[in-house]
């Protein structure tokens, strides 16, 4: 049986595989847009919570991970306008950096690299951290990304971009000696 | 397109979803600018590093939910309240404190109980002094800040060890998922692996029977319902689990790693179970083979038993590519959206072993599947593979060593067959269905291709090999079988619109129709062996090796609306035991480029092949035992393109009907001969042929040639009919010569009915020694010229007296001597062409 089906069939039933087949994915997201395990857990509740109650809302159009997300980053932005402190909006012009792109074959080793990409991405603001958290940890589309966070597709690229060229900016000040960015890749 | 528009562009392009015209016009840039590749290289090569480091499950461990967490979600959504949530979590906390204070008490006291409990050290990268800075941090605000839900008691099925662990240290330290320490009440506890870890029995049955927060070590669910053994590693080496009908046993807390040669088994508490499930609900490692074993016997209904793997995320990464091997026993599921991701299944081989389902079902999104299944000993038992829209597959099967698969189970109830699925998914190429072993015998079994436009691999058979299902390939698919030599298919059915071809040495028969397909037959051998067998609306090619059989036992009529083509090398083989009757379709050629056709009719009777177009290249041959007949309904034409076309077998003419009167062509290229090695002939109850020789080529009648009812004779309009022996031409039918020759060989004497040369003028070329005799022709009408070619006196003889042609007749043949020069000719007292000055002489 669909899980949807099921969810709706036997509430009790289709609530425990909803959390056996999407919870840890979830929760996992939740972390890293989170950045701690208690807010994590919570939202990861709330969100499959308010999934089950409002199964009969899912349009079946895009996959039940799209909606989760999407639940999931409502919830978030409802909260982070509470606290205003850390609104889940982006900000209006970019943080000073220029897009330097270390050459990893050079500098960094591979397992450094993903030590510094995954650090650079928890420091993000939350909007750009949940941006790279789609894209990278949950492999989605910019439509999807746009889907889930209710933005226009090119203001997705373009946040992208600069979530982007923050990583790139951080990478190279926490891992490569300064000054040695010498892997200025693909700059025309 | 410029460097800006292509910069654009990139993450569409990570993303693959360019349409195909801008894709086209992004690479032709790339293909220009040094600049914009780079740009794109290095976007790719980051987005794959970016991509791994986010999925490093190495760096990141998994963060499992805490236990009770399925229970609490259970008890919000039942309570379905929706409106306010912040009071739902207010209600919610109260109660589960003052469990989890009277679960504290109970640890406290409960001297009797004894667990393994070890702080787990589940940090991020951070290190412990991170997680112990943000520890203090969370102490210091108390825990009345939304603190995480403490397990409520009847959701702890364990207690602490109290002997290896000091009961104080757990409340104080228990981490969570992130490495976090939670406030000191908390009692939500995850647990490593300890090699040291005694074996812990659960005292008791918990409330929630059916968890089991595995510590690590061995460890028994209190009814023994779910059993972990493990080494003195803390590698799990078996696990017994016990469902009941529809029960789900989960299994929480740290990941598994399997030994090699580790056994999961699933056993029913009593009875059958149906439905029962055997949960995982964290990584799953397998160090080597691990077996997937069903205790209790029968295991014949699909929706049984499962085991489930929740993240199966390094199921296959310990050892690499491929030294993982999976023993399935019993059913294997992996439920929707399990969390596979690319390339994470690769790399095992999957063995159900007997009377067992491999299901891995309803895969969707974005996954690359290239696993080996080997099936064994799975005579009562099948395989089941089904991938869903949007699965990329390269998926192999192996059937290893002399087994036998005759699987008559399929799941669904139409179909009592063993299916391979690939319906609608993203096509890769070069699928490979590889069946090993010397000997194999496919019961009912149906492998069914239903992608369109794609290049679907091969079905490979590595020995002999019977198959007696159905091969359905979609429309514009095209699927290789491969086999080895002396493989024989025995009878299998094709149906479908793909294309199939059949290389090596495999030999196939099959007993139904395919229709709009290609089958190609190289260094194969296909036989057609039933009514009906021939494909319809498709191409056949037989290549060179190929064999394609379309006997059958008795004579019947045949339609043919294929396309039917033999290339060099390639044969077509019709033995019958009344004749054979085949209709091709009416202007659809028959095409033997190179090959041979070779009817051999067993039962006395004849070959009717209603062959209105037969192209035949340099080598091509006919060859039959009996009488071929060539039927011409309308516009039966010939064509031979190259040199040394042979038609080998009494060939003969006839007209369908009475009223067909436009006959028989034969068009033989220039430089190219079609020699008629046995007799051709007519049927005389077709009196209304014409045969026309058309073409620059030459047609050679090395036997009998019998045009007697032709209504007006043989018609040489182009190139040499030529009779090669003695008495080839027989009954005196009439020739016109309408720029065409005729011919006879050397040393040869032939008698010829009435001649009449055309508009186009005619020639009579003489061999050395070479004699031809025409009927008497005054009364045919000459409308052109008559070269006779070699010409010596006594050779060319019309009729018995010299009034067998007219003086107009005369007037128009010239004689052609070796030197070019040409003579005027008159006829003999007795008919014989010669100088006009000997006549005179004589007169």
Redesign the interface.
């Given at each position: 049986m669909e899980?949807i089906d099921e969810i709706l069939a036997d509430?009790?039933t289709g609530?425990?595989r909803l959390?056996?087949?999407?919870?840890?994915?979830l929760?996992?997201a939740a972390?890293?847009i989170c950045g701690?395990?208690?807010d994590?857990?919570?939202y990861?509740?709330?969100t499959?919570?308010?999934a089950?109650?409002?199964i009969h809302r899912f349009g079946r159009k895009s996959?039940?991970?799209t909606w989760l997300y999407e639940i999931l980053i409502n919830l978030v932005r409802t909260d982070a306008r509470r606290k205003a402190a850390n609104a889940l909006v982006f900000q209006a012009t970019l943080p000073d950096c220029e897009d330097e792109?270390p050459n990893?074959n050079e500098a960094l080793s591979?397992?450094d690299?993903?030590?510094a990409?995954?650090?650079a991405?928890r420091e993000l603001p939350p909007p750009y951290r949940a941006l790279?958290?789609f894209r990278?940890?949950e492999?989605l589309?910019?439509?999807e990304i746009a889907s889930i966070m209710s933005l226009p597709e090119g203001t997705v690229?373009r946040k992208?971009?600069e979530a982007?060229l923050l990583?790139r900016a951080k990478i190279s000040r926490t891992v490569m000696p300064e000054g040695s960015s010498n892997g200025r890749?693909?700059?025309? | 397109m410029n460097c800006e528009e292509a910069k654009r562009l990139v993450e569409d392009a990570l993303d693959k979803r360019l349409s195909g015209g801008v894709k086209r016009r992004l690479d032709l840039h790339l293909t220009r600018c040094r600049d914009c590749r780079r740009f794109y290289e290095a976007e790719q090569a980051e987005h794959s590093r970016w991509f791994r480091a986010m999925n490093d499950t190495e760096a990141e461990p998994s963060h499992p939910l805490p236990p009770d967490f399925a229970d609490r979600l259970v008890a919000a959504v039942m309570a379905n309240d929706t409106a306010d949530k912040a009071s739902f979590f207010r209600r919610l906390r109260l109660p589960r404190w003052l469990k989890r204070v009277a679960c504290f008490a109970l640890i406290l006291s409960g001297a009797a109980f004894a667990a393994a409990v070890v702080v787990d050290a589940v940090v991020g990268n951070d290190g412990e002094g991170e997680a112990t800075e943000r520890t203090q941090a969370r102490e210091g605000t108390g825990g009345d800040d939304a603190p995480a839900a403490p397990a409520a008691m009847s959701d702890i099925p364990y207690v602490p060890d109290v002997a290896s662990v000091p009961s104080t240290e757990p409340d104080n330290q228990q981490p969570t998922t992130d490495g976090q320490l939670k406030g000191e009440n908390e009692m939500n506890i995850k647990h490593r692996a300890a090699a040291a870890l005694a074996a812990a029995t659960l005292a008791a049955s918990p409330a929630s029977a059916t968890e089991l927060p595995w510590t690590g070590g061995d460890a028994t669910l209190g009814d023994g319902k779910v059993t972990i053994l493990c080494d003195e590693n803390g590698i799990v080496t078996n696990v017994t689990a016990k469902p009941t009908g529809g029960e789900e046993l989960r299994i929480t807390g740290d990941a598994m790693t399997f030994a090699d040669g580790a056994k999961i088994s699933l056993a029913a508490e009593s009875g059958t179970f149906a439905d029962g499930r055997l949960v995982f609900a964290n990584d799953v490692t397998a160090q080597g083979a691990l077996t997937l074993n069903r205790t209790d016997g029968a295991f014949p209904i699909w929706s049984g038993n499962r085991l489930v793997g929740v993240n199966w995320v390094n199921a296959f990464a310990a050892n690499g590519s491929q030294a993982n091997d999976w023993s399935v026993h019993s059913a294997y599921a992996i439920p929707t959206d399990a969390g596979i991701s690319e390339n994470e299944l690769p790399h095992g081989i999957y063995r159900p072993i007997s009377a067992n389902i491999l299901a891995c079902n309803r895969w969707s999104g974005k996954y690359t599947f290239s696993a080996r299944f080997q099936l064994q000993n799975v005579s009562t038992g099948y395989l089941q593979v089904r991938m869903l829209t949007g699965v990329r597959t390269s998926a192999g099967l192996y059937l290893p060593n002399t087994d036998t698969w005759s699987t008559t189970k399929y799941r669904t109830s139409t179909a009592s067959d063993a299916q391979w699925f690939w319906p609608n998914a993203t096509p890769v190429d070069g699928v490979t269905l590889q069946y090993g072993g010397d000997e194999y015998k496919f019961g009912i079994c149906r492998i069914i291709f239903q992608r369109k436009n794609t290049n679907m691999g091969t079905i490979g058979f590595a020995g002999e090999a019977t198959m007696a299902g159905t091969v359905s390939v979609g429309q514009g698919v095209r699927m290789s079988v491969m086999a080895k030599a002396d493989s024989t298919f025995a009878a299998p059915e094709f149906s479908g619109y793909g294309d199939v071809e059949y290389a090596r040495n495999s030999t196939l028969s099959y007993t139904n129709r395919m229709v709009h397909s290609t089958i190609s037959v190289t260094n194969a051998t296909v036989t057609l062996n039933t009514l009906g067998a021939i494909p319809n609306y498709c191409t056949v090619v037989v290549d060179n090796g190929g064999l394609l059989d379309v006997s059958r036992a008795s004579g019947s009529t045949l339609d043919v609306k294929t396309d039917i083509e033999v290339r060099t090398g390639g044969r077509m083989l019709s033995n019958a035991s009344y004749g054979t009757t085949w209709k091709f379709a009416r202007k659809l050629p028959f095409k033997l480029l190179g090959g041979t056709l070779e009817c051999n009719s067993n039962g006395g009777s004849v070959n009717y092949v209603y062959l209105n177009r037969l192209l035949m290249t340099d080598g091509a041959m006919l060859k039959c035992n009996k009488p071929f007949w060539v039927a011409n309904d309308s516009e039966g034409y010939w064509t031979v393109g190259g040199t040394g076309a042979i038609v080998n077998g009494p060939v003969e003419f006839l007209s369908a009907s009475a009223s067909a009167i436009r006959g028989a062509v034969v068009n033989v290229n220039d430089d190219a001969t079609l020699v008629f090695a046995n007799t051709l002939a007519y049927n005389s109850g077709y009196p209304h042929v014409d045969f026309i020789k058309q073409g620059g080529g030459t047609v050679v009648c090395q036997s009998t040639c019998h045009p007697t009812a032709i209504a007006k004779g043989m018609t040489v309009q182009n190139g040499t009919w030529k009779l090669g022996v003695s008495n080839s031409w027989l009954n005196e039918r009439p020739l016109i010569l309408d720029g065409g020759a005729i011919a006879g060989a050397d040393n040869t004497a032939n008698a010829v009915g009435a001649l009449t040369v055309a508009e186009n003028g005619g020639t009579i070329e003489l061999g050395e020694g070479a004699a031809l005799t025409f009927a008497d022709s005054s009364a045919k009408a000459w409308s052109g010229e008559l070269i006779v070619k070699g010409w010596h006196e006594n050779t060319v003889r019309f009729g018995t007296s010299s009034t067998a042609l007219t003086e107009e007749q005369l007037a128009m043949i010239r004689a052609e001597k070796p030197n070019g020069k040409r003579i005027r000719l008159c006829l003999s007292p007795l008919g014989y062409l010669t100088r006009r000055g000997m006549i005179i002489s004589i007169r």
């Open positions: 899980l509430r009790a609530t425990r959390v056996v087949e999407y919870g840890v994915r929760h996992e972390l890293r701690n395990a208690t994590a857990e919570d990861t509740f709330r499959l919570e308010r089950v109650c409002q996959s039940l991970f792109r990893v591979a397992k690299e993903a030590i990409v995954r650090k991405i790279l958290v990278y940890y492999d589309t910019v439509p690229k992208l971009h982007k990583v890749e693909g700059q025309s | -």
